[in-house]
C-alpha cells in the first residue's frame, strides 16, 4: 500500500476555538478515502491545511514519506493536492475549455499565445473520458447545470494534475443518476492510481464509493477504518456524534397559546438549486419549534423566505390567522417577525459599532423622540437587557467586533427582544459559540418562550434542537417531515429521519 | 483629580483620528506665520474662512453621504445649476421676486437633484460613483443650457444679504457653514437617521434583516447631500452675486478630500462632521499658504488629489490595522 | 463522438451586439432624416476621424473593467503627456525620443495606479479620482496653464498625416486589433478576464493577481498616452486642458454601451468599438442639428448614467 500522504499531529486554533487537536491521517494512493463528521468537526480545517489554505499551529505533513511545507494553495498544486469545493468556484463568463485550462494554458509559442485548438481538443478529449464527451467545451460554465460544472471543475483538477484529489460535498446537488456517474469517474481516477477525499454528509453513498473512512468529532480523529460489509450506517452516526451527551440544552415547559404563524404549502429552491415542495408547519404562542435536516439541505433558506428575504416558490404564511405577504424584511418585521441570522458577522451585526447600537437597531421609534436619538435611554434599556442576559455592562460599549461569539450572540437577540416582536427566527443559533454560552442561549429562548413569544430554530446540531424544542419538523433529502413531539424523538431517530433513505436526487420531493 | 482627566483626555485625543488634521493644522500654521507676516491678520483669517465656508457646507453632506456607503460626484454641478435656477427665478420674477421663495426652489432643486441621484442608486442599483459621474454631466450641461453659457445676474439683494455679508468682523457665510457644520454633526451621531446611516455604510445587510428599508433611506442620504450642495449654490451665488453655470468645478473633490482627510472612512461605517470640519480647515490653511508662496490656483488641484491619495492610503493601513 | 462545431463568428457577434448595432442603426437613421449634411462622405470620415482618440482610450480601459477595476485618470495622462512631449519636442529633443519619454510617462502614471491600488487594496475609483487631480495638476504646472504650439513635422506626418483618413484612425485600429489579439488569444488576456466578478477562481489556481492587475493600468496609462500623440497632431497643440470634459466618461461609457461591465469577466472589443461608434455618431448628429456644445454635455451624461443603468440590470440577469 502505497502511502501518499501523512498528516501527523495537526493543531489548528482559531482565536480560542480548536478546530483541529492533534489529528492523524493517512491516504493511500488508489484510495477513495471518506472523510466524515458533523458541522464544525474539523473536516473543512484539515483538508484547508493539505491545500494551502490554513497554516496549522503544530504538525507534519509528508508526501511519500518526505515532509513538506504547505504555505499557500500554489504550494499544494505543486505538489500534486488539490480540492475541489462544494462552490466550485468557476467562472461562470468563461468557457468550459478556458475554466478546465485556467492557470495551465497551453501556450503556442514564447509569447504567450495560446494554442486555443489544442486545448480545446484536450477539453474534449477530457470530458469524454470522464463520461461527458456530451458537453460543448465553448458553452459559458455559468449556462451549465450544476452536474456538469462539476464535471468541469474535476476535469480543470486533473489538468493541474497530481495525485490527490479532495472533493467536498460533491454529490449534494446531484441527482441518483449523476452521482452514479460521478463515481465511475471517481473510480476511474482511482485506477490511476490517484487518491480520493470525499467528504459527505450522504453517508449512503460514502459506504458505497469509499474504501476507507476516517470519523472526525470536535477537531479530534475518532477512527480510521476499512470499509466492510460490517459497517453501517448506525456505527457512522454513532462514531460522528458520540454517545455522551455532552452539552446541556435546560428546557422549560410551557402551554402553547393560539397559532401565531402558519406556513402552508411552502415551496422554495435551496442554493443548491434543489426545490423544496409541500412544505407546511405552524408556531404557537410560547412554543418553540425547531426546524432540523442535514447541513446544506435548505433550512437557511427555509428561515429566508419566513423572513422576506428570499422569494417562496409557492405557499402562503398566515400570522395570527390572517395570511400576509411577505416580501421584504420591512413587512416580516411589520408582522411581528424578528429574525436572528445565522451568518452573525456577516449579515446580524455591524461589527464596526457599538454592541449597544446594534442592539437598539430595531427598536430606534423605541429610543428616539421625533428623530433624536435620548442616549440615555437607549443606555438604560440596553444595561436593563444586558443584565436579564447575563451580560457584563461594559459590553455594550464596546465595538460588538471585539466580543466573544457567544456575547455577539447575546446582542443580536437583545435586538429581537427590544424589537418586540412576536415570532422570532432562530438560524443556527448556537454555531461556533463555546458550550457554556450555548447554554446560556438556550436558557434564553425558553425564557422567551415562556413570555408568550413564539419560537422558530433552525439548526443543524440535533442535540440543540432536542434540548430546547416543543415540537420538531425535519427536512431532509425526501420532504419535510413533521411535527414530531419532543419527547418521541431521541437523538438516534432523530439522526435517522435526518439521514433519510437514499437520495431521490434533484427532482421534486413528494 | 482635574490633572488626571486632563492627561487622559489628552491622551485620547492624540489617539483619535482628530490629532493627525489638528496637528497639521499647527505645525502649517506655525509655518506659515514664521514665513508670512500676513498670515496672522485678521483679514487672512477671514479670508480662509471665506473660502473655506462652502466646502464646509458640501463636505457635511458628504461626510453623511459616505459614512452611510455612498458617494456623490455631482455636487459641484448641484451648486451651478441650482444658482442658475434661482438666478433665472429672480430674474424673471416681478420686482426682482423673494428671496423666501427663492430659497424654497434652491432646495427643492437640491432634494431633485439628490433624489435623481439616490434612486437610481438605490433601486436600479448603479454604482454611486460612475452615475453621479453621469449626473455630473447632466447637471452641468443643463446649467449651461439654462444660462445660455454666460453668468446670470440680477440676484434678488435680499437673498444675497442672507447668504453673504458680515456678522460683526464674521462672515455670514462662515457662520451658515458652522451651522450646518454642528446640524450635520448632531445628526449623524444623535438622530435615527445618522444611526441608520452608519449601519448602512457598516454592513447594508444587517439593515435590511432589522427591517429597515434601506433604499428609501438611501435616496433620503441623497437627497440630504443634494440640499447642502444647493445651499452651497445659495450662499456661492451671493457671494458672487452672480450665478455662473460653471461654478463648482472640482467642488466634488474638494469636499471628497476633506471628509477623508478627517478620518471618515471611503468604504462607510464611520463618519465624523468634526473631522470634517478639521479637514477643511486645513485644506484651507493650506490653500492660504499656497496663495502666499505665489502658487497659482490652478496649481493647487495637484495638492488636493496628493491629499485625497496620503489621506485614503492611511486610511486603509488603519482599516487593515483594525480588522486583526 | 461527434465533435462539436463551434457557432460561427458572425452569429455569436449577432448574438452579443444586436442591442447596440440596433441603436446604432436607429441612431443614424435618425440623424440622415434630420439633418441634410450628417450621411456625406465628408461627415462619416469626420466621425470616424474623430472616433480614433476615443477609441484608444476606450481599448485601454476594456483591459481595466475586464480586470474588475476602472481607470478614472486617463483624461489627466491624455493631458500631461502632451504637455511633456510638447515641451521635449520644444527642447529640440528627437522626435523619438521625446515620445518614448512620454510613453514612459504614462506608463508610469499608470503602474502608480496599479501599485496603490494592489499594495493597499483600496477601490480604484478613488485611486485614480485622486491620480486625475494629481496628474491634472501637473499638466498645468508644466504647461504654466497655456497650451503649447507648434508640433515638429515628423510628429505631426505619422500622427495626423494627410491621406484622406487621417493616420489616427489607422493607429487606433492598429491598437484596438493588437488588443483583441491580446484579449482573446494570450494567456495574459485569459488571466485579465478571469479576476472579474470577484477573484477567488483565479487566485486559488495561482495567477498572480496583483501583477496581472498591475499591468492593465500600465496599459491605460499607455493608451492615454498614444491618443494624447493624436490630439496633439490633430490641433498641432498640447493643452494642459484636454480631455477635461468629456473624453474621459467616454472612455468609460462606450465599452459598457458594448456590452463590457464594470464587474470584468467581459473583454469585448468590437463592443467597445461599437460604443465609440455610438458616442461619435450622437456628438456629430448633434452638431448637424446646431444642438449647442452644453446640450451635447447632457447627452453624453445622459447616455453614460444610462450604460450604467444597462449594466446593472444586465448583471441581474
Not at chain 2, 483679514?43 to 463636505?59: D, E, G, L, P, R
Not at chain 2, 432634494?111 to 453621479?132: E, H
Request: glycine share 12%.
Amino acid at each position: 500500500m502505497n502511502t501518499l500522504i501523512e498528516m501527523k499531529s495537526l493543531k489548528k486554533t482559531f482565536g480560542g476555538i480548536k478546530a483541529i487537536q492533534n489529528v492523524d491521517l493517512e491516504l493511500y494512493a488508489g484510495e477513495v478515502h471518506g472523510l466524515l463528521g458533523e458541522n464544525g468537526a474539523g473536516k473543512s480545517t484539515l483538508m484547508r491545511i493539505l491545500c494551502g489554505l490554513e497554516i496549522p499551529d503544530k504538525g507534519i505533513i509528508k508526501i511519500e514519506e518526505k515532509p513538506v511545507e504547505i504555505f499557500k494553495p500554489t504550494d499544494a498544486q505543486n505538489l500534486g493536492i488539490g480540492m475541489i469545493p462544494q462552490e466550485l468556484i468557476l467562472i461562470d463568463g468563461m468557457t468550459v475549455t478556458e475554466n478546465i485550462f485556467l492557470g495551465h494554458e497551453i501556450e503556442s509559442n514564447k509569447l504567450g499565445f495560446l494554442n486555443q485548438r489544442e486545448m480545446r481538443e484536450k477539453a474534449m478529449d477530457l470530458l469524454e473520458g470522464l463520461g461527458s464527451g456530451d458537453i460543448d467545451p465553448d458553452t459559458y460554465v455559468g449556462l451549465l447545470p450544476k452536474a456538469e460544472q462539476q464535471i468541469v471543475a474535476i476535469a480543470r483538477r486533473i489538468i493541474q494534475g497530481g495525485k490527490v484529489f479532495i472533493m467536498d460535498e460533491p454529490t449534494s446537488a446531484l441527482t441518483e443518476n449523476e452521482t452514479e456517474k460521478l463515481f465511475t469517474v471517481i473510480r476511474k481516477l482511482c485506477s490511476e492510481g490517484k487518491a480520493v477525499v470525499f467528504i459527505s454528509h450522504r453517508l449512503e453513498e460514502v459506504l458505497d464509493i469509499c474504501d476507507r473512512f476516517t470519523v472526525l468529532r470536535d477537531g479530534k480523529r475518532i477512527v480510521s477504518v476499512e470499509n466492510t460489509d460490517q459497517i453501517k450506517k448506525g456505527h457512522l452516526i454513532s462514531f460522528m456524534i458520540g454517545n455522551e451527551i455532552e452539552e446541556e440544552f435546560p428546557h422549560t415547559a410551557t402551554t402553547p397559546g393560539e397559532k401565531k404563524l402558519e406556513a402552508q404549502n411552502l415551496s422554495f429552491t435551496t442554493s443548491q438549486g434543489v426545490e423544496v415542495k409541500n412544505v407546511n408547519f405552524d408556531v404557537c404562542a410560547g412554543e418553540v419549534v425547531g426546524i432540523t435536516g442535514l447541513v446544506g439541505v435548505g433550512k437557511t433558506e427555509l428561515a429566508q423566505s419566513v423572513m422576506g428575504l428570499r422569494k417562496l416558490k409557492d405557499g402562503q404564511i398566515l400570522i395570527n390567522g390572517k395570511k400576509k405577504n411577505i416580501n421584504s424584511p420591512v413587512s416580516a418585521v411589520k408582522s411581528g417577525i424578528g429574525y436572528v441570522t445565522e451568518d452573525r458577522r456577516g449579515e446580524g451585526l455591524v461589527l464596526g459599532l457599538k454592541s449597544l447600537y446594534n442592539m437598539t437597531l430595531s427598536s430606534l421609534k423605541k429610543i428616539t423622540r421625533f428623530y433624536v436619538i435620548r442616549g440615555y435611554h437607549e443606555k438604560k434599556l440596553g444595561l436593563d437587557y444586558s443584565s436579564k442576559l447575563n451580560m457584563k455592562n461594559e459590553y455594550i460599549d464596546l465595538e460588538v467586533k471585539k466580543l466573544s461569539g457567544g456575547n455577539q450572540q447575546k446582542a443580536v437577540v437583545i435586538r429581537q427582544m427590544m424589537g418586540d416582536s412576536e415570532i422570532i427566527i432562530f438560524d443556527e443559533p448556537t454555531k461556533g459559540i463555546d458550550v457554556g454560552a450555548k447554554a446560556e442561549i438556550a436558557r434564553l429562548i425558553s425564557s422567551l418562550s415562556k413570555e408568550g413569544k413564539s419560537i422558530l430554530i433552525f439548526s443543524s446540531e440535533p442535540r440543540e434542537i432536542l434540548g430546547v424544542s416543543d415540537r420538531i419538523y425535519v427536512l431532509n433529502n425526501k420532504g419535510f417531515k413533521g411535527p414530531f413531539k419532543r419527547g418521541d424523538l431521541d437523538y438516534k431517530k432523530l439522526m435517522a429521519i435526518e439521514f433519510g433513505e437514499k437520495n431521490a436526487g434533484g427532482a421534486q420531493y413528494e | 483629580m482635574n490633572k488626571n482627566t486632563l492627561q487622559q483626555a489628552g491622551k485620547r485625543f492624540l489617539l483619535s483620528e482628530y490629532s493627525g488634521p489638528t496637528i497639521a493644522i499647527l505645525v502649517i500654521g506655525i509655518f506659515l506665520s514664521i514665513f508670512s507676516p500676513q498670515f496672522l491678520k485678521l483679514t487672512n483669517f477671514i479670508n480662509i474662512s471665506n473660502q473655506i465656508a462652502i466646502n464646509i457646507i458640501i463636505a457635511v453632506g458628504m461626510t453623511i453621504l459616505i459614512t452611510s456607503g455612498g458617494i456623490d460626484l455631482s455636487v459641484g454641478a448641484n451648486v451651478a445649476l441650482s444658482g442658475v435656477i434661482i438666478a433665472l427665478y429672480f430674474r424673471a420674477a416681478p420686482d426682482g421676486g423673494s428671496p423666501f421663495i427663492g430659497i424654497l426652489i434652491g432646495l427643492g432643486m437640491g432634494m431633485l437633484l439628490g433624489a435623481i441621484n439616490g434612486v437610481i442608486v438605490a433601486y436600479l442599483k448603479a454604482p454611486a460613483f460612475i452615475t453621479t459621474l453621469g449626473t455630473m454631466g447632466v447637471f452641468r450641461g443643463f446649467a449651461l443650457v439654462f444660462s445660455g453659457g454666460r453668468p446670470l445676474m440680477g440676484i434678488n439683494t435680499d437673498f444675497i444679504n442672507t447668504f453673504s455679508g458680515f456678522v460683526g468682523a464674521i462672515p455670514k457665510q462662515f457662520i451658515i457653514a458652522l451651522l450646518i457644520a454642528l446640524i450635520g454633526g448632531f445628526v449623524l451621531n444623535h438622530t435615527s437617521m445618522g444611526r441608520i446611516a452608519k449601519c448602512m455604510g457598516g454592513n447594508e445587510r444587517t439593515l435590511r434583516v432589522s427591517g429597515i428599508p434601506v433604499e428609501v433611506y438611501k435616496v433620503l442620504m441623497y437627497m440630504i447631500t443634494g440640499v447642502l450642495a444647493s445651499i452651497a449654490g445659495m450662499v456661492l451665488t451671493s457671494m458672487m452675486a452672480v450665478a455662473e453655470p460653471i461654478a463648482g468645478q472640482f467642488y466634488e473633490l474638494d469636499a471628497v478630500a476633506v471628509v477623508v482627510m478627517g478620518g471618515t472612512l471611503l468604504q462607510g461605517g464611520k463618519g465624523t462632521v468634526f473631522g470634517t470640519l478639521l479637514g477643511a480647515i486645513l485644506l484651507g490653511v493650506v490653500r492660504n499658504g499656497l496663495n502666499m508662496i505665489g502658487v497659482p490656483a490652478n496649481y493647487q488641484q495637484l495638492f488636493v488629489g496628493l491629499i485625497i491619495m496620503i489621506a485614503v492610503i492611511s486610511g486603509s493601513r488603519r482599516k487593515q490595522a483594525v480588522q486583526f | 463522438m461527434i465533435r462539436l462545431r463551434q457557432k460561427s463568428i458572425f452569429r455569436r457577434t449577432l448574438d452579443r451586439y444586436w442591442g447596440v448595432i440596433t441603436s446604432l442603426l436607429v441612431i443614424n437613421l435618425f440623424f440622415t432624416l434630420t439633418s441634410e449634411y450628417y450621411f456625406t462622405a465628408y461627415n462619416i470620415i469626420n466621425i470616424l476621424d474623430h472616433s480614433a482618440i476615443s477609441l484608444i482610450l476606450s481599448i485601454g480601459m476594456v483591459f481595466v473593467l475586464a480586470s474588475g477595476g476602472i481607470d478614472l485618470s486617463v483624461g489627466s495622462t491624455l493631458a500631461f503627456t502632451g504637455i511633456i512631449a510638447a515641451l521635449l519636442f520644444a527642447a529640440d529633443l528627437p522626435i523619438l525620443i521625446a515620445i518614448l519619454i512620454a510613453i514612459l510617462a504614462g506608463m508610469l502614471i499608470g503602474l502608480i495606479n496599479g501599485v496603490v491600488i494592489t499594495h493597499y487594496k483600496l477601490q480604484p475609483f478613488i485611486v485614480t479620482l485622486a491620480m486625475l487631480s494629481i496628474v491634472r495638476g501637473l499638466a498645468l504646472v508644466f504647461s504654466g496653464g497655456n497650451p503649447i504650439i507648434g508640433m515638429p513635422q515628423g510628429f505631426l506626418a505619422f500622427f495626423a498625416g494627410d491621406t484622406l483618413f487621417g493616420n489616427g484612425i489607422f493607429i487606433a485600429l492598429g491598437l484596438t486589433a493588437l488588443a483583441a489579439l491580446v484579449l482573446e488569444k494570450t494567456k495574459f488576456g485569459t488571466y485579465v478576464k478571469s479576476l472579474g466578478g470577484g477573484e477567488e477562481a483565479a487566485f486559488l489556481v495561482g495567477v498572480n493577481t496583483s501583477k496581472i492587475k498591475i499591468c492593465v493600468y500600465i496599459i491605460s496609462g499607455f493608451c492615454a498616452v498614444i491618443a494624447s500623440f493624436l490630439f496633439m497632431a490633430s490641433m498641432d497643440a498640447a493643452e494642459p486642458i484636454a480631455g477635461l470634459t468629456t473624453e474621459w466618461m467616454e472612455a468609460i461609457a462606450a465599452p459598457i454601451i458594448g456590452g463590457n461591465s464594470l464587474d470584468g469577466g467581459k473583454a469585448y472589443v468590437v463592443g467597445a468599438i461599437l460604443g465609440v461608434l455610438v458616442l461619435s455618431c450622437i456628438k456629430s448628429g448633434l452638431n448637424m442639428m446646431g444642438v449647442g456644445q452644453h446640450y451635447q454635455q447632457i447627452a453624453i451624461g445622459s447616455v453614460i448614467v444610462a450604460a450604467v443603468i444597462l449594466d446593472s440590470i444586465r448583471r441581474k440577469l
